[in-house]
């Protein structure tokens, strides 16, 4: 090439077309501490712990109550297994006396009729002595001292087909002050 030629033609420069830049590397920066994940846990420990018993209270209010109270029938033996007096071997468990005379059987529930303790049976003094108050009675549960207004309430009994004892004390006897005695109704005792 002459040096006309190359005062006349411009210089080309080819450059190669410039790549993207690569994305910037992702930086994991979630570094939770371990003790923020801990109270994370403990609170949706207790959330879950609050709804799962709110929703049991929920439906135990709406379960029926007879389904979880013990039956009031049960059955206490033969009456050849009770002596003539006070039997006092049921107290604990259904709150009641069995007491046998010359010719009936009867269940005593054991309330006493002032403000409903329990009173006890004194075999020596041959009469029931309530604790809170003083109200005694006798070995058939008639009051005669202290501030019980009246005996105190009997049981309903009867026989079942095997001749066992069946007491329900959902159904009780009175005899109220000037009211009429209950205690010779069908069902306050078994003759014996
Ligand atoms: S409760 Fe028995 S005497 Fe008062």
Same mark, same amino acid.
């Given at each position: 090439m002459d040096s006309a030629d190359q005062l006349s033609a411009p210089s080309v420069?080819?450059?190669?077309? $410039?790549? #993207? $830049?690569? +994305?910037? $590397? %992702? %930086?994991?920066?979630s570094s939770?501490? +371990?003790?923020? @994940?801990?109270?994370?846990? *403990? =609170?949706?420990?207790?959330? $879950?712990? !609050?709804? /799962?018993?709110?929703?049991?209270?929920? %439906?135990?209010?709406?379960?029926? &109550? !007879? /389904?979880?109270? +013990?039956? #009031?029938?049960? &059955? *206490?033996? !033969?009456?050849?297994d009770y002596a003539l007096g006070v039997d006092t071997k049921w107290q604990q468990q259904y709150r009641i006396w069995v007491t046998r005379t010359s010719d009936r059987l009867f269940v005593i529930y054991a309330v006493c009729t002032h403000l409903g303790c329990t009173p006890d049976w004194k075999a020596s003094e041959n009469k029931f002595k309530c604790p809170c108050h003083g109200s005694g009675y006798d070995s058939e549960g008639v009051n005669f001292e202290g501030p019980a207004p009246r005996p105190m309430d009997r049981a309903k009994v009867e026989l079942d087909a095997e001749g066992? *004892? =069946?007491v329900d004390i959902g159904k009780l006897? @009175?005899? #109220? @002050?000037?009211? &009429?005695?209950?205690?010779?109704?069908?069902?306050?005792? *078994? &003759? %014996?």
């Open positions: 420069t080819t450059k190669a077309p $410039a790549k #993207p $830049a690569a +994305p910037a $590397a %992702v %930086v994991e920066t939770d501490p +371990p003790v923020n @994940k801990m109270r994370r846990r *403990i =609170v949706w420990a207790t959330v $879950a712990g !609050s709804l /799962i018993t709110f929703f049991l209270m929920f %439906v135990r209010f709406f379960l029926p &109550r !007879s /389904i979880l109270e +013990p039956s #009031p029938l049960f &059955r *206490i033996g !033969s009456p050849n066992q *004892i =069946v006897y @009175k005899w #109220p @002050k000037g009211e &009429r005695n209950e205690f010779d109704d069908d069902g306050s005792f *078994i &003759r %014996v």
